[in-house]
């Protein structure tokens, strides 16, 4: 019986840009994500994918970059794997283009990294391969990734065995960095890949919160503020969103669009904020509570783990899953379908700490009780 052909290609810098407060790592941003002590972590996440194939492993052969580029990862978990290119110690999207386009005969590619990952690995193989992401950026637009590592692994393990997946054209997403860290969102479509599917196992495209939605966050925003106006020996740490900034504005006050800021006390003391700098904020502050607020990504629903990286498994654990306080306008609840929110902090412990129901922030004295599992 003929064995299927599976590639995995790793961009070893994405992801690196998160913890440390930068919007991605795309060009010279890896350089200050090395000075402010990133690690690499989407090695990592493709070993989180393999482990998933162990089981099936006697019916494909692997096929991957070699060194960090995926074969380090791979034989860490246990595999043999094939190799495409060289080794090198410093990568570019040049070689991930390249190794893809080696590898646009396999019957699945998957590779672990971001938005630009999934622009190289398009421009490199277009419609004509089938291609899974494995999440692994600090942005996420795209709607090609499965929504974790290990549903990547399951839904390829699903693939090898013969099992009916729908395969779909779905869209590449990428924004313009510069512009992001100036706090300005641009996303650009930049193709298609042809994906494996299945519902609630492959993230949905990144939408934006509607100008109608304007009405409900600012209701939203002023629900908040109360609360955060009320604890003043609370620590709040408030993430990224449009619907989160409201709240800031409702209190007076100008934050990051698309960083983490944090509030103590009536004031704000500290914005575009790090791991490393909300791990700071805690210990400078031990006796008092810790709350973290959040919204979800309108049209996927995490609320951990994509575009928010600087709030770490440690920074969660610290503060406390009780004390997560997340916020959502009506609009993006029907978005979802009923589906749940999701979180995929790379700890899968933590992550099912998280899963259960949540009281949601929904409107000015408003709650809204909902679902909340892993990605």
Known sequence: ?????LGLIVNPIAGMGGRVGLKGTDGEAVVLARERGAIPLAGLRAEDCLRELLSCRDQFDLWTGAGNMGEEAARRVGFAPSLVGEQKDVTSAGDTEAIAARMSDVDLLLFAGGDGTARNVCAAVGEKTLALGIPAGVKIHSAVFASSPGEAGRLAAEFVSGGHLTEKLSEVMDIDEDAYRKNLLKAVLHGYLKTPWKRGRVQGLKSGSPSSDAEAQSAIGEE???ILRAEKTTLFFIGAGT??????????VQGTLLGVDAW???????TDLAERDLLRLMEEHPSNATKIVVTPIGGQGFIFGRGNQQFSPEV???AGVKNIVPVSTPAKFLALGGAPLLVDTGDGSLDLELEGYVRVISGYGQYTLYKVRRG
């Open 1 to 5: 019986m003929t064995k299927v052909r």
């Open 224 to 226: 908040a503020a109360a």
């Open 243 to 252: 619907t989160t900034r409201a709240i800031l504005t409702s209190l007076g």
């Open 264 to 270: 103590f006390d009536g004031q704000l003391v500290g």
């Open 316 to 318: 969660i654990r610290r």
